[in-house]
């Protein structure tokens, strides 16, 4: 069978309607109901099986603020959406929205009858029209499906626009990609002699598709899935499903989807999609076609697979979304008007009008005097020397050059460029032309940075050699350009469209467009992964414009001064903010392999006043100062001011990096990848304050606002937020150089909005702390962290430094053991010297920690070396050591944490 030609296959029986069997779990029998339904075109009236929650909606006496269609695709049934027909019924009883949900079995599938015709994606698209005119829905309606359901659901909001009120989607395509074949598991199940032994005469299909499921789908779940399939004749339909997809331009259904495909692009409704990124079948790719498509909001939950509903609770999320964007919300996009942006769409403050990021490059593209020094650059035995003319110069031309080389305003691009001048060159060329640079860096591994370079789906790769080497190894989309020159076959073998060379020369008449405005997204920075799967932050020009501005004045960095900055978010604002920048040789991997001598020949290269380091950072700084020179000693005594900034700094850190460079105020600035300083304190305020319920990280800096959400005894946050001194509660801020939002994670960015009482946007930062009566911050640890013992909620970061200081303990983690609201707590230390082994730690020891951690400890544990993120090498994973110490502690064997 070439594509195209219709299957050869025996015609498929004729069989009536039922409703299922009784039990199923999850789902309300009083549900299902059979309609008669006449069909368009032919005269017959076909009986369909559907789930349908008016009825319970009636009888709690509510009136429906409108209907969601949602359509199940192949091989499932409308037992898909159980959850969310209870969920909605939940939500109406305890006063919400009162959504009314019809799931309707497609003719061929699930329980609804089979008709003994085959039903091309134009006729399924009929057919669900005319189930709803039979069911004379009024609008507003919102369209739901998943798999091939989506198309049809889809096909039906074009067909109906003056019903359709939103479109809701899981896992689905209504295009497929030039140059790109459709998925493995389908191309095989479409094989002569494959399709109906795979699809019908066995259940083949049926169980491939449960096993794309989450291992916690379980065996009754399954079951209910298999139960209109169980024969070969109740099968048909899923072969029909298989068939019908169109492979190519000659499929018969192929003008269809395409009529659907363009017509979604039109639909000018709110929409949100909720994807599972493991899906085999629909890859981000199609995730990626859908969101341009509709241009509105997106979650992808991370760990959810194709069975998405199964995997995830998208009906939480879709029912909270319609109640924000749906007909009902004060903020629904009015007919005409242009869906929600997909990216970061939570911020609503205006943006702080300022130079652009590039404004200090144009001042002094005449200046000959030291732009920025790269120490170890790759494939070069001596230091690398950029003067502001010729970045300048560099920026422009490459900026035309990418232009020219089909890189458009909007475009991702991601960044897998080591720290230095070609990075920095691609970053504002970038920013000038109005691309998203995505910026996530190797320190989250090979696994976190795949995850993040796919999940934001790059349309183009800028990259030296290693990252353009893994980008082709794993598949990464995107045009891939290489900053240096390649060999002809390495070229081609790794999928190199062009080099910095040739976009230099395509650019060299450095003719430009106009500049991007302060509302367009310019990047999308990773957070280090520390507590989950990194997250991708949409910054706008005009926050990382005000982020600039905010370290101008708060430090007094400008045009002329010196700047070491071994934390890369800082070092990438050198040029926004004019200063002469050096990038230290170190593994920007691993920031714990920064070395005192190499800081010190930073310092002199650009005669540097200010240094950023990373808390890790600075630990080896001070632990490898004994090989400083007097040379390297002197250039130290330079540096005016020194930050350590990306996690709490315990002060004597501080003491350690202060001894070193005698004449600087020492600082440790609070702030996250959402929000980059939020408070500031020197280490003489340090010194005057002494110890406390955590980390003291300052006051607010002038613009921030900051509030904590007191914690009731189960470590919940509250609704309000209070600056008053008191118990710790979820700290909240607000300030203009703030995150917009999340990329594609609508959930996140609902959970972590705030509302101020004047109505001024925050954002929930995770971080649990408390106000002193001096107005200073103290960070007491993560939410997630936060143990809910019996005697109320325990912060861990005061015991953990309590600990700390014990001789004999090198680093200190608390975990949480037990159910919440009776959790105890669990020392578990680094030791040094460091144990070979975890164990547990020895009677002394243990006695020694217990008593000075002012808290009951149920155990103490010595480990060779506590879980840390990688980007920081500080910040310890204490939700992965709870977990450990809650299986080793029951017994099973004792393995590193």
């Not at 200063?579 to 005192?596: E, I, N, Y």
């Not at 930050?643 to 709490?648: I, K, M, N, V, Y």
Request: hydrophobic share 45%; aromatic share 4%.
């Amino acid at each position: 069978m070439s594509a195209g030609e219709s299957p050869s296959r025996a015609t498929p029986a004729s069989l009536p309607a039922a409703v299922p069997p009784r039990g199923l779990p999850g789902l309300d029998p009083a549900f299902s109901r059979l309609l008669d339904v006449p069909e368009s075109g032919s005269g017959a009236v076909r009986t369909w099986h559907l789930l349908d929650n008016g009825p319970a909606l009636a009888a709690l006496g509510t009136t429906a603020v409108g209907t969601i269609v949602a359509v199940h695709g192949n091989p499932t049934w409308s037992y898909l959406w159980r959850r969310l027909l209870s969920a909605a019924v939940e939500q109406a009883a305890a006063g919400g929205d009162a959504w009314r949900v019809i799931a309707p079995d497609q003719l061929e599938m699930g329980f609804s009858e089979r008709t003994g015709t085959v039903r091309p994606l134009a006729r399924r698209v009929r057919d669900l029209g005319d189930l709803t005119d039979a069911l004379q829905l009024e609008d507003p309606v919102v369209s739901l499906g998943h798999d091939w359901g989506g198309v049809v659901a889809l096909g039906w909001a074009v067909d109906h626009p003056d019903l359709l009120a939103a479109v809701l989607s899981l896992n689905t395509a209504v295009h497929q990609p030039e140059g790109y074949p459709i998925p493995a598991p389908l191309r095989l199940a479409l094989r002569p002699g494959v399709l109906d032994l795979a699809t019908r005469s066995t259940p083949a299909f049926l169980e491939t598709t449960l096993a794309l499921a989450s291992p916690a789908l379980g065996p009754d779940v399954k079951d209910a899935f298999r139960a209109p399939y169980r024969e070969p004749a109740r099968r048909s339909g899923i072969r029909d499903f298989v068939a019908d997809i169109p492979v190519d331009e000659r499929h018969p259904s192929r003008p269809e989807l395409q009529r659907i495909a363009e017509g979604a692009r039109a639909l000018g409704v709110p929409s949100l999609l909720l994807w599972g990124p493991k899906d085999p079948i629909f890859s981000d790719r199609y995730l990626d076609d859908l969101s341009d498509r509709l241009g509105g909001d997106v979650h992808r939950f991370t760990g959810a697979g194709h069975l998405v509903a199964e995997d995830a609770d998208y009906a939480e999320a879709a029912l909270s979304w319609l109640s924000r964007k749906g007909p009902t919300a004060a903020e629904v996009a009015q007919p005409g008007e242009a869906a929600t942006p997909a990216e970061g769409d939570a911020a609503d403050d205006p943006e702080v009008v300022s130079p652009p990021l590039w404004s200090r490059l144009d001042e002094l593209r005449e200046s000959d005097d030291v732009a920025l020094v790269e120490l170890a650059p790759s494939g070069r035995a001596e230091p690398r020397t950029v003067s502001w003319r010729l970045l300048s110069r560099r920026v422009r031309q490459l900026a035309a050059g990418l232009v020219r080389s089909g890189v458009r305003p909007g475009d991702r691009v991601s960044l897998l460029v080591p720290p230095g001048a070609d990075l920095t060159a691609a970053l504002y060329a970038c920013l000038r032309i109005g691309a998203v640079v995505v910026v996530a860096d190797a320190g989250l591994g090979l696994r976190g940075l795949s995850r993040a370079v796919v999940g934001t789906w790059p349309d183009h790769i800028i990259g030296a050699r290693p990252g353009l080497a893994a980008a082709r190894a794993l598949g990464w989309p995107g045009q891939r350009i290489s900053t240096g020159e390649l060999s002809a076959p390495l070229r081609r073998a790794l999928g190199v469209s062009a080099t910095f060379g040739e976009l230099l020369e395509l650019g060299r008449d450095e003719i430009l467009a106009a500049e991007p405005s302060a509302e367009d997204i310019a990047a999308i920075l990773f957070t280090s992964g520390s507590t989950g799967p990194a997250k991708g932050v949409v910054y706008t020009h005009g926050r990382l414009q005000a982020l600039r501005d905010v370290l101008a004045v708060h430090y007094g960095v400008g045009v002329g001064t010196g700047l070491v900055a071994g934390f890369a978010p800082f070092a990438l604002l050198g040029p926004a903010l004019g200063a002469r920048s050096a990038t230290p040789d170190m593994d920007v991997t691993a920031p714990a392999t920064l070395t005192a001598p190499a800081v010190a020949a930073a310092v002199a290269a650009v005669d540097a006043t200010v240094v950023f380091l990373s808390p890790a950072a600075v630990a080896n700084v001070v632990a490898t100062s004994k090989s400083l020179t007097p040379a390297d000693r002197t250039a130290l005594t330079g540096v005016r001011t020194v930050l350590s900034a990306g996690a709490p700094v315990d002060r004597g850190l501080l003491e350690g990096i202060a001894r070193l460079m005698p004449n600087a105020t020492a600082s440790t600035p609070y702030g996250m990848t959402e929000g980059l300083l939020l408070t500031d304190i020197t280490l003489d305020e340090l010194r005057s304050v002494g110890d406390g319920p955590g980390v003291c990280v300052g006051t607010p800096i002038p613009g921030v606002r900051i509030a904590v959400a007191p914690l009731d005894d189960r470590g919940v946050p509250s609704a309000t937020a209070t600056a008053r001194p008191g118990a710790p509660g979820e700290i909240v801020v607000s300030a203009a150089h703030l995150k917009r939002g999340y990329s594609r994670l609508w959930v996140t960015d609902r959970d972590a909005d705030f509302r101020f009482p004047d109505g001024a946007r925050g954002h929930r930062t995770g971080d649990v702390g408390s106000f002193d009566h001096g107005g200073r911050l103290w960070i007491e640890g993560r939410l997630v962290h936060v143990l809910s013992t019996a005697d109320g909620v325990l912060t861990p970061v005061a015991p953990e430094q309590r600990i700390g200081r014990v001789p004999g303990v090198r680093r200190a983690g608390l975990a949480g053991v037990g159910p919440l609201g009776t959790q105890q707590a669990v020392a578990v230390v680094e030791t040094e010297p460091a144990t070979r082994r975890p164990a547990l730690a020895a009677p002394q020891l243990a006695a020694r920690v217990r008593e000075a951690a002012g808290v009951p400890l149920a155990a103490v544990l010595a480990v060779p070396r506590l879980p840390t993120d990688i980007r920081h090498n500080s910040k310890i994973d204490r939700a992965r050591l709870s977990r450990w110490a809650e299986r080793v502690l029951s017994g099973k064997r004792m393995t590193a944490p």
